[in-house]
Every structure is written in C-alpha cells, then in structure tokens.
C-alpha cells in the first residue's frame, strides 16, 4: 500500500487549502476501513487532524473542528482533507494513513501505513 498526499503549500491566515492523499495497493471502499489524517508540528508530536470510515463516518480533532472535511473519491481512490479558516498553528507536516489496526482512531500508532506528508504554511 502506498499513500501519496499533495496540495500543501504556503497560505495566508484565513485562507483554504485541500490537500489530497492518493491510494494505491489497496481500493478504498473494497472493505471495511477507517483512514485517518495526521499532522506533525517541529518539536511536537504527531496529532491527530481526522478520520473517515467506510459507514461516512468522520472524527475531528477539536483544533480542526467546524474548519475540517474529510472526504474521499471512490473513483480517483483519493482521501481529502478540505482546511478552512487556516491559522498559523495549523502549520505543519500533514500526512494520510491507512491499514486502521482498530482502538482510538487519532492514536498514530494505530496505522500500518503512512504516507511521505505535505507541507502546510499559515503565516
């Protein structure tokens, strides 16, 4: 499985990005499954940013909350995390992960496999 994330960049306060995450090794919606987006400040730990499972379910951190869409294209086997409202505390690496092994869905550890991350820059 391979995950490839693009669509970061540097942006001003109050403006939007959607970053992308495309899948392959593995068809989204083949099976029962949950993927997640996770975000990496310098200095700071991995957090959570969000979720998706396969009933259209979707988890946001509550840093993200009201700002974050989390969806996915069956057709382009494709994850996206739609940010708006962007503050400067929400730069950092932003990575997809997929291979859910089940427990807290915003728990990095909980992931077989990750993509390389997209930069994200609020100033």
């Known amino acids: 499985v391979q995950l490839v994330e693009s669509g970061g960049g540097s942006v001003q306060a109050g403006g939007s990005l959607r970053l992308s995450c495309v899948v392959s090794g593995y068809t989204i919606n083949s099976d029962i499954y949950c993927m997640g987006w996770f975000r990496q400040a310098p200095g700071k730990e991995r957090e959570g940013v969000g979720s998706?499972?396969?009933?259209?379910?979707?988890v946001r951190a509550d840093s993200v909350m009201g700002r974050a869409t989390i969806s996915q294209d069956s057709a382009k086997n494709t994850l996206y995390l739609q940010l708006n409202s962007l503050k400067p505390e929400d730069t950092a690496v932003y990575y997809c992960?997929?291979?859910?092994?089940?427990?807290?869905?915003?728990?990095?550890?909980?992931?077989?496999?990750w993509g390389q991350g997209t930069q994200v820059t609020v100033s």
């Open positions: 998706l499972d396969s009933d259209g379910g979707t």
């Open positions: 992960a997929s291979g859910f092994l089940g427990g807290a869905t915003s728990a990095p550890d909980r992931y077989k496999y």
